[in-house]
């Protein structure tokens, strides 16, 4: 199949508690290209039911939550844990996945975040996408610079916990456009033929 003839389906879904990680997410899928679509989690933790059938249909699931407490919020875990369902029929298996995360705190353990994301695409026997881009880690370093958080799991944003979404770095929102490209043309290539079911 050749994968430039149809776009890959690329569902981006995550909670947002404040508008910023709609806004990294917004930035995901406009990498991801004419394949993506939103599916938020909302203030219950619940998603409409057609989004299930989205996910079950999707080349690429990327997951987003910000950071709360050293981990994703309780909406996304509601969420995370409602995928049993899908877990239980294989629906998800081989799929490629990615993920994101924002929180106010330069650190803010965000790490935890990731990692959950990581062992969550693992239980569905997904593949993860790496952040392909180098940190932006010496003395000439700004704000606005690509990948500042360091990460090679997948992209972190930082926003001051007074900031608006509109008042995020340019650069954390460039690095998460920048990924949701990646997981796009992996799962592109993995779905014309590069990946074989065993």
Known sequence: MDFHATPVKTVIIYHSGYGHTARMASAVAEGAGMGAELIAIDAEGNIPDAA?????????????????????SWQFKKFADASS?????????????????????????????????????????GIWVG??????????????????????????????????????????????QLYGARVALIAGQLRAGKLQTV
């Not at 699931?61 to 950071?67: C, D, E, H, N, Y």
């Not at 940190?135 to 900031?163: E, F, H, W």
């Open 85 to 125: 369902r899908p877990w239980f029929e294989g629906q998800w298996q081989n799929k490629v996945f990615g993920g994101f995360t924002n929180s106010a705190s330069v650190n803010g353990d965000k790490l935890n975040t990731l990692e959950y994301f990581v062992l969550l695409c693992g239980q569905h026997a």
């Open 52 to 72: 299930w059938q989205s996910l079950e249909d999707a080349d690429a699931i990327v997951l987003g939550s910000p950071t709360y407490m050293g981990g994703p």
């Open 131 to 176: 952040l392909d881009i180098k940190p932006a880690n010496v003395k000439a370093s700004k704000r606005d610079d690509l990948n500042r958080m360091g990460s090679y799991i997948a992209p972190m944003a930082q926003t001051p916990a007074d900031a608006t979404p509109d008042e995020m770095s340019a650069g954390d929102l460039q690095t998460a």
